[in-house]
């Protein structure tokens, strides 16, 4: 049986191994170019890891418009339905690579609600 999340590290463990995954797709890859190429890649993955923490931890870390920060990028590289299909799959199968139990359920469920707001938000939301 695997554990479930249970520390900021194991939130930045499956950060780090998603990321692993979504900077060797081709299709993904454009929406992080900019922070690769600026060096800010383990920066960048501190401000995720500590998003999802609050999220999951009740804690209150994370200061960015997450909504803010997406809509943004996507006047330089479009977002579309598959992006937030292919982001979905990847999160959920690092997670279940780990973990399991409650807080990786809430950590899933969580990605799907806000996978959904920013598809409507940016009005690529297909009901499929």
Do not use: C
């Amino acid at each position: 049986m695997k554990p479930d999340i249970s520390t900021r590290k194991d939130i930045k463990l499956i950060i780090t191994k998603f990321y692993d995954k979504l900077l060797v797709d081709e299709k993904m890859i454009p929406f992080f170019e900019d922070i690769v190429a600026q060096n800010h890649l383990e920066e960048h993955l501190e401000i995720i890891t500590d998003f999802w923490n609050d999220i999951l931890f009740d804690t209150n870390t994370y200061s960015n418009n997450v909504m803010k920060k997406h809509v943004d990028k996507n006047v330089f590289v479009t977002f579309k339905k598959e992006h937030f299909t292919i982001w979905v799959s990847y999160l959920f199968n690092t997670i279940d690579t780990y973990f399991e139990g409650e807080k990786a359920h809430n950590m899933k469920n969580r990605a799907t609600s806000i996978a959904t707001v920013m598809q409507l938000k940016m009005g690529v939301y297909k009901n499929n």
